[in-house]
């Protein structure tokens, strides 16, 4: 990696934890690299999360060796603090899994720094919940911006937080500053194969790396699908639609950067059926930040220039 090409003001600086199920899809990566490359973000350590018992019993490990890949390529091998985290969903709302990941996350929100912290909720919220569990005392002590939960009102099956709902429970139900980017929002994160092929691929190893990631994934997906009852044409309009992919773990980097303070309302927390549709808020003054509009394009422009300028042949 180059120096970065500009200053900031340190006050202008966050200390930031990335909890990721790296290795489930092409996404996680691409937020991972993102952080990594602005000098407004420090990254204090990247958790790994599981990815349901559904894909077997390793999904956690898994995600820890592809995060450790992910640095290697990026040339930071060693140089930032990785962590295992659970390998499975919380029991219930009360029983903590503890974890490596779980017990940094504690450290870091105790530890006396004046840089604020944000956690970059990628997936599950197991790793950010058993923390809290651990010690309720830190929920005054970060920000949680978490890529999970349905369209509102009413929610719909959404992926993170159907890994681990009670989890998702545990932190709409605390004291934590959380912001959340709904899966009707984070699905407008779409990029053509044709762009990714253009601004990142010519990246070094690493934009090889994430480039040859979603292609990948893309075969993945169909196997996936090919299950009794499949059809050509299911698989044809199933998701992503064969030259584009969803890049939706970038907002929790983006909002970071630049937190969109006009493109919010905060609603009353709700909670997670086990299906993760939305249950009436418990309690009407518990109030979470709900993101109804992203800046696609301050994201991924962002993106592209800061992998162009450390790893790309001409940075200018």
């Not at 099956?157 to 709409?172: P, R």
Request: proline share 9%.
């Amino acid at each position: 990696m180059r120096s970065f090409p500009y200053p900031i003001p340190e006050e202008k600086k966050v200390r930031v934890i990335l909890d990721t199920d790296c290795a489930c899809e092409a996404d996680d990566p691409y937020a991972i690299v993102h952080a990594l490359l602005s000098p407004k973000i420090s990254v204090t350590g990247i958790c790994a999360e599981h990815f349901a018992d559904r894909f077997g019993p390793d999904s956690m490990e898994e995600s820890y060796r592809e995060i450790l890949h992910v640095l290697d390529l990026a040339g930071l091998n060693g140089q930032i603090p990785v962590f295992r985290g659970s390998p499975c969903a919380l029991s219930d709302e009360t029983t903590s899994s503890p974890s490596p990941a779980s017990q940094f996350i504690i450290q870091e929100a105790l530890r006396d720094d004046p840089r604020p912290l944000f956690i970059a909720g990628q997936g599950a919220l197991t790793n950010v919940a058993s923390a809290l569990l651990e010690k309720p005392e830190i929920a005054d002590r970060f920000t949680l911006v978490w890529i999970g939960g349905g369209t509102y009102p009413d929610g719909e099956s959404e992926f993170n937080a159907e890994n681990d709902i009670a989890a998702a429970n545990v932190l709409f139900g605390s004291a934590v500053e959380l912001w959340q980017v709904p899966k009707n929002l984070y699905s407008k994160m779409t990029v053509p194969f044709s762009v990714l092929h253009e601004k990142v691929a010519p990246c070094g190893e690493i934009g090889q790396y994430l480039f040859q990631r979603v292609i990948d994934t893309n075969y993945k997906f169909v196997s996936w699908i090919k299950r009794p009852g499949y059809t050509p044409a299911a698989a044809a309009a199933s998701y992503p639609g064969g030259e584009m992919w969803i890049l939706g773990d970038s907002p929790a980097i983006g909002l970071i950067l630049f937190d969109e303070r006009y493109s919010f309302v905060y609603r009353p927390a709700p909670r997670f059926t086990p299906d993760s549709r939305y249950l009436p808020a418990p309690d009407p003054q518990r109030l979470i930040r709900v993101y109804t509009e992203i800046d696609r394009e301050f994201i991924l422009s962002d993106f592209y220039a800061k992998l162009r300028w450390h790893f790309g042949a001409d940075p200018k």
